[in-house]
């Protein structure tokens, strides 16, 4: 069956970086993308972007165009998010997500989330 | 970008009872791509409906979706216990992707 298995919590101090880790298994990564949404505490989804593991072509949602950065490793598998300049509303719990290959679209299966926090 | 307005905020049902959630988009969605998750206190989003009516993998049939254009409706048949959660709509006829705000389906 399909896994998304994510790295672990993270704190940040703000102006940082964050890298989180999503490890797919149970079918052919290259034959889907993958979608990053995130969840604020107590509030809703916000679809951040989306990463073709084919090709590598990639969507961010336009208010965070030029801090995320969206990549995947074929030969392990493995998608990631980076995020920079971390502010204090960029805490959230991150989830990856299985989703198209060409063009994004549903997210059929997600990860259990990462819990990135940011604070001084 | 497509804004989506779920409603009600909260639904205040009993269980056996059918629960009818609405998901208003602000400009027609591109191929009725909308699709319904479900989540649970301290868990991921599951997928339930996809297309406006396809209902997902293992989803019960006391699910169903219904709707195009901009309406677009989410029916709960008999509501179970382990359906009072929070359901969210999302478009992905085109970019940005969006999500309603959601609707707490709690128990009566």
């Known amino acids: 069956q399909v896994h998304l298995v994510q790295s672990g919590g993270e704190v940040k101090k703000p102006g940082a970086s964050v890298k989180v880790s999503c490890k797919a298994s149970?079918?052919?990564?290259?034959?889907?993308?993958v979608n990053w949404v995130r969840q604020a505490p107590g509030q809703g989804l916000e679809w951040m972007g989306w990463?073709?593991?084919?090709?590598?072509?990639?969507k961010y949602a336009q208010r965070l165009q030029g801090r995320v950065t969206m990549t995947t490793d074929t030969s392990t598998s493995t998608a990631y998010m980076e995020l920079r300049s971390l502010r204090s509303d960029d805490t959230a719990v991150y989830y990856c997500?299985?989703?198209?290959?060409?063009?994004?679209?549903?997210?059929?299966?997600w990860g259990l989330g990462t819990l990135v926090t940011v604070s001084s | 970008e497509i804004v989506l307005t779920q409603s009600p905020g909260t639904l205040s049902l009993s269980p056996g009872e059918r629960a009818t959630l609405s998901c208003r988009a602000s400009?027609?969605?591109?191929?009725?791509?909308l699709a319904w998750y479900q989540q649970k206190p301290g868990q991921a989003p599951r997928l339930l409906i996809y297309?406006?009516?396809n209902r997902a993998t293992g989803i019960p049939d006391r699910f169903s979706g219904s709707g195009s254009a901009t309406d677009f409706t989410l029916t709960i048949s008999r509501l179970e216990p382990e359906d009072f959660v929070v359901y969210y709509c999302?478009?992905?006829?085109?970019?940005?992707?969006?999500f309603g705000g959601g609707t707490k389906v709690e128990i009566k």
């Open positions: 149970g079918y052919t990564f290259t034959n889907y993308g």
């Open positions: 999302q478009q992905y006829g085109s970019s940005p992707l969006t």
């Open positions: 997500t299985r989703g198209g290959l060409g063009t994004v679209t549903h997210s059929d299966y």
């Open positions: 990463i073709s593991a084919y090709n590598g072509n990639t």
């Open positions: 297309g406006a009516s």
């Open positions: 400009q027609s969605v591109s191929s009725n791509f």
